[in-house]
């Protein structure tokens, strides 16, 4: 007989959260796709800590510990693993799983007998590490798998997945299918949450699929199919995949090289040799997440290459250059600037298109009468960081269209986004490439990025190892995510 781990009844909090209803069972991988983002931040709080509810009722290993006529605001032995870390990266791997654990009570340290205890620990899972490493140099599918030994070690009765393919590489997410089976055995339960269908299904059991705040779909295995889920996403079916959008990538551009990368070589970064034409997108994808950040930190001129060149229209682009934009990952988390009005940060990138912009006040107000429809009316009143995640990113892109870059590099783009929000941001793609934008996508991961690619550049060991034209994306037998058709 299963044995429950979790049970959610007619749980409500509104505005969030209405009516759901989720069981979860010892050892097993359950998978929670958002549709939307809206409620999954509170259904995540309500498996960490018993807060008060509106109505419902929370089990824990069939022991009831939250419901609507009383919240003990305790918190449940849930680990959460997402790009925030619960590992200190100052310390050793050995203090982090032994030390800095609920019910240690180890007054004397005996770091050999740690030391031994952690290498038993990680012999399953073939990982070299040395005695006294610290955590800082571990890497980032090193630092998952020890997260999953310390929610081992901890007896955590949940271990919640949140977005990992965000910070881990494809490559290492193909290895992440038995380390996860292993855990199972060991009786551990997971749940996989994350805003791709095709990357829950790789790992999950069954899927729970949600939307505004409701469960709209508990998918079984044989349902874990593109066929159900367009039932139920048709929106992006609709606008991404059927609509005309498809047409302005049918002709490849045709001019002299406006971006080029020639002999680059930095630490992982192999004598990479690479153009881009005038209005072209390009997707490098580095399944081994070995030389994204390096190329980032070269083009935001941040440090200087071993040898080779980066050149936009034969010159070394520079930082304050305004044709040149640079997105990084998140960007809705370093590209807001909390004490400016929403007004003067969506016009921040635009000074050199508008003479004497910061001089007056009235100048700004009167432009940003045409961006109140999006982004409301109080948008020279009130601070950007008062708004959500999704309104976050809109103005991020808003300021790109107003800045109007002749070259943008975007690191992931659609990470952690819902589908409204891929929606939204694959059109503001194609306005970019409709107005003539030269645009390099870096990612580890591809969501849908090939829906906006006219080219696909495959790195492996720190060099360009293959590509692939758009008609040719559907050779690519990694986690692709969308492909256009």
């Known amino acids: 007989m299963k044995e429950e781990v979790f049970r959610l009844e007619q749980v409500s909090l509104p505005p969030f959260l209405h009516d759901i209803n989720i069981q979860l069972f010892k050892g097993e991988v359950v998978g929670l796709i958002g549709v939307n983002a809206l409620g999954i931040e509170e259904l995540l709080t309500i498996f960490q800590k018993n807060i008060p509810l509106h109505y419902g009722h929370v089990y824990c290993q069939e022991q009831l510990v939250n419901d609507y006529l009383s919240s003990n605001r305790k918190e449940n032995n849930v680990a959460v693993i997402d790009r925030k870390s619960m590992l200190i990266d100052n310390l050793s791997v050995e203090e982090n799983l032994f030390i800095l654990r609920k019910g240690s009570k180890q007054h004397l340290i005996k770091y050999k007998l740690l030391s031994s205890q952690m290498q038993q620990l990680l012999a399953p899972f073939h990982l070299e590490i040395s005695n006294r490493t610290l955590v800082s140099d571990l890497s980032s599918f090193e630092k998952l798998v020890i997260q999953f030994v310390k929610a081992k070690l901890s007896r955590s009765s949940l271990v ?207 432009l940003g009468h045409d961006l109140e429809e999006p982004f409301g009316e109080s948008i020279t009143e009130t601070s950007a960081e008062e708004y959500s995640q999704s309104y976050k990113l809109r103005l991020v892109y808003q300021r790109l269209l107003l800045q109007k870059p002749t070259f943008l590099c975007a690191v992931q783009p659609f990470a952690s986004i819902d589908m409204y929000q891929r929606i939204e941001l694959i059109s503001t793609y194609d306005l970019l490439k409709q107005r003539g934008t030269t645009i390099l996508i870096l990612a580890v991961s591809l969501s849908d990025t090939l829906q906006i690619a006219d080219r696909l550049l495959l790195c492996k060991d720190g060099m360009i190892d293959r590509q692939l034209l758009r008609h040719e994306f559907s050779q690519y037998r990694g986690f692709a995510g969308s492909i256009p058709q």
């Open 160 to 366: 919640i997945l949140k977005d990992i393919s965000t910070f881990v590489s494809e490559m290492d997410l193909a290895k992440l299918q038995p380390i996860l089976t292993y855990f199972i055995h060991e009786g551990m339960t997971f749940l996989y949450v994350c805003n791709h269908h095709q990357e829950a299904f790789r790992f999950s059991h069954r899927c729970y699929l949600m939307r505004e705040g409701k469960i709209i779909k508990h998918l079984y295995p044989d349902q874990m199919n593109d066929r159900v889920i367009n039932q139920y996403a048709y929106e992006f079916k609709e606008s991404i995949e059927e609509g005309k959008r498809q047409e302005q990538y049918i002709q490849r551009p045709i001019s002299e090289g406006y971006f080029k990368i020639n002999h680059l070589s930095y630490r992982n970064i192999k004598d990479i040799h690479l153009q881009i034409e005038k209005g072209e997108t390009v997707v490098l994808m580095d399944s081994e997440n070995l030389i994204l950040e390096q190329l980032f930190s070269l083009l935001k001129g941040e440090t200087e290459p071993e040898s080779g060149s980066i050149l936009l229209e034969g010159k070394r682009p520079t930082i304050s250059d305004r044709s040149i934009a640079l997105v990084p990952a998140k960007p809705e988390q370093s590209l807001i600037f909390p004490q400016l009005t929403v007004l003067d940060n969506l016009l921040f990138t635009s000074d050199h298109k508008v003479p004497y912009l910061w001089l007056t006040r009235k100048r700004r107000v009167a």
